[in-house]
């Protein structure tokens, strides 16, 4: 069975503060993902990464990083946390193809930044 | 900018009617993808539609897609209480998937 697992179900952070949220996935994935989904506006890509030690800034990387050191697991860094990162953050991994890349997410993390 | 968009936003449906949701998006993608997301848990995947024309269906649910349209469409039959959900849908123009913002289904008895 797919598995992709975060390190927090929920977590408060005050501003500032330097806010780790670790992902790993059992499928041997190539393809990592972090999102953030706020009401009424989807789920929007922090970053992802296509090979352990790669990175790509997707469409909202600004004010956090990540870092891909083994391929089953995918860290998202927020250097300083502030209030406007208070968010669900979700993970995915995925691979491709012939049938097309289907992107197993895993539970998200809640993040209040007060 | 590549928009997603579905509609409607939120929908309450009455238990055993039919109804459609509606994605369009501003790219060229033969790739679309269907999730479900219960309230409090993560995505799942319901659909992947790869090719013009493509309809899947699983269910109470039907997905189809016309890349010319640059339109899918998830079409609810005789729905049920357990198909109370958010549903989004996503492209995948080759680098990355873009999600539209859900649209927030309630079946009601």
């Known amino acids: 069975d797919v598995k992709v697992t975060q390190s927090s179900r929920y977590l408060v952070k005050r501003t500032g503060e330097k806010v780790f949220l670790e992902c790993v996935q059992d499928?041997?994935?190539?393809?990592m993902f972090w999102y953030r989904q706020d009401p009424g506006l989807g789920l929007r890509l922090i970053y992802f990464?296509?090979?352990?030690?790669?990175?790509e800034k997707g469409d909202i990387p600004e004010g956090y990083s990540v870092s891909r050191e083994k391929k089953e697991r995918f860290s998202l860094i927020l250097e300083s946390a502030s209030t406007n990162q208070t968010s669900m953050y979700l993970c995915?991994?995925?691979?491709?193809?012939?049938?097309?890349?289907?992107?197993?997410f895993g539970p998200g993390t809640r993040l209040l930044v007060l | 900018e590549l928009k997603v968009e579905q509609n409607p936003l939120f929908l309450s449906m009455q238990e055993g009617k039919n109804y459609t949701i509606y994605c369009n998006y501003s790219?060229?993608?033969?790739?679309l993808y269907w999730y479900r997301q219960d309230p409090g848990k993560s995505l799942e995947s319901l659909f992947v539609?790869?090719?013009?024309?493509a309809v899947k269906q699983e269910g109470r649910l039907m997905a189809s897609l016309d890349t010319k349209a640059r339109l899918s469409t998830l079409h609810i039959t005789a729905a049920v209480h357990d198909l109370s959900a958010t549903y989004f849908c996503?492209?995948?123009?080759?680098?990355?998937?873009?999600f539209g913002t859900g649209t927030s289904l309630t079946v009601i008895p």
């Open positions: 499928m041997d994935h190539e393809n």
């Open positions: 995915a991994s995925s691979f491709w193809t012939e049938r097309g890349e289907t992107q197993y």
């Open positions: 990464s296509y090979d352990v030690k790669m990175k």
């Open positions: 996503a492209v995948d123009p080759g680098n990355q998937f873009y």
């Open positions: 790219t060229t993608s033969d790739r």
């Open positions: 539609l790869l090719s013009n024309g």
